[in-house]
């Protein structure tokens, strides 16, 4: 079972930096994806960015391209979401995903979400 713990989340006026922090446990993730999502209120969940665990692959939803950064630390274990120029439109929770590659084609581990609140 994979388990995912988020943080960094908080409030920072607009044109502010945030560093989301994803920390993963439960088995090796060679043949994983791990994604960023947001969910503003009364809204659905929108991709945010996604990173391949082996090799450098990185993707990003068009409203965050350009200003945030999908990383990880592999001997840590943690995947991060650097974000920058912050505008009030970025505020939701956000979540960390993870897929296995193999087998699946959906995200199936979660985890909690962390409060991202940007004001203007």
């Known amino acids: 079972q994979v388990l995912l713990v988020e943080s960094g989340g908080g409030l920072v006026q607009a044109g502010g930096s945030l560093r989301l922090s994803c920390a993963a446990s439960?088995?090796?993730?060679?043949?994983?994806?791990f994604g960023w999502f947001r969910q503003a209120p009364g809204k659905e969940r929108e991709f945010v960015a996604s990173i391949r665990w082996n090799g450098a692959a990185t993707y990003y939803g068009a409203s965050v391209k350009g200003r945030f950064t999908v990383s990880k630390d592999a001997p840590l274990n943690t995947v991060y979401l650097q974000m920058n120029n912050l505008k009030p439109e970025d505020t939701a929770v956000y979540y960390c995903?993870?897929?296995?590659?193999?087998?699946?084609?959906?995200?199936?581990?979660w985890g909690q979400g962390t409060q991202v609140t940007v004001s203007s």
């Open positions: 995903a993870a897929r296995d590659t193999v087998g699946s084609s959906q995200y199936d581990s």
């Open positions: 439960g088995r090796t993730f060679s043949t994983y994806f």
